[in-house]
């Protein structure tokens, strides 16, 4: 295990790797090893899986949401300042579809206002910000490596960071808060990674590459060739395409075309966290950026495996609808 979290560190340009049991514990874990409690607030998406708000809840702090960007799905910079209160400790951002979020100014608002940054770039395996790497610019990257992910371990995480002592104390959170053989300094949890998965995730990562560039391959395809506004793509920005997202009116309709022509499809998210049962405090609160993508966002094939024929057979499927 220590190589793989040697190695993914390596790759993403952090000095350190923590692997966990999946992307969910990571969020917490990190979230807990850089000292978020339960006085604390975090800023964060409400259009993300709501793993992304749970693992906030998880360690007793607040997650507070603002709106997206509408062109890239990720956080609003421009709204976060507003979004603190004497309460915020750290700002999530999700690094949505492979898409990274605007960094920058993400990063110059944390160190004016002292707050922790924890990138979710558990859709963004190799994704890139003018130059840098996703996961390795915050305080703290967590990656996920569930089957359906750019890369996976078929199931596991990790946590990656420059900080040696955020990284120990990830250790030790996920296993049990153990220092050493039967010494406990600190609550932890059985977060571990098997020696399996990642046994696995050594494999995988000398293919990550290779999978994004054929991710990418079929994103150009389909950017040349569809009769839709493709995904948007500032400058500098290297998207992974975990997802390669459209937006439709009439979903409903749109998404029966599709199967009726054999086309497979996702929709992520159709509820957006705030609007969910569980997150009953906030169900009266409006993001109407993000509401309108939860109502028009369809996701189609984009996967390495997708073949010529078959990415010729979703074009025809997409433009013949009318």
Partial sequence: MAQFEDRFAEYVGTDYGAAVSNGTTGLHAALAALGVGESDDVITTPFSFIATATSILMQGARPVFYDIDPETYNIDPDEIEDAITGRTKAIIVVHLYGLPCDMKPIMEIAEERDLLVIEDACQAHGAEYHGRRAGSIGDAGVFSFYPTKNMTTGEGGMITTSDQKV????????????????????????????????????????????????????????????????????????????????????????????????????????????????????????????????????????????????????????????
Avoid: C, W
Wanted: proline fraction near 6%.
């Fill in 167 to 322: 990284a120990e104390r990830a250790r030790m959170i996920r296993n049990h808060g153990q220092s050493e053989r039967y010494v406990h300094p600190i609550l932890g949890y059985n977060y571990r990674m098997t020696n399996l998965a990642a046994a696995i995730g050594l494999s995988q990562l000398k293919m990550i590459d290779h999978f994004n560039e054929k991710r990418r391959e079929n994103a150009r395809y389909y950017d040349e060739n569809l009769n839709l506004d493709a995904p948007f793509v500032p400058d500098g920005y290297k998207h992974v395409y975990h997802q390669y997202t459209i937006q439709v009116d009439e979903r409903e309709k749109f998404t029966r075309h599709l199967e009726e022509e054999g086309v497979g499809y996702g929709v992520h998210y159709p509820i957006p966290i705030h609007r969910q049962p569980l997150m009953r405090e906030y169900n009266g609160q409006s993001f109407p950026r993000t509401e309108e993508a939860s109502r028009r966002v369809v996701s189609i094939p984009v996967h390495p495996g997708l073949s010529i024929e078959e990415r010729e057979q979703v074009v025809r499927a997409l433009n013949g609808y009318v």
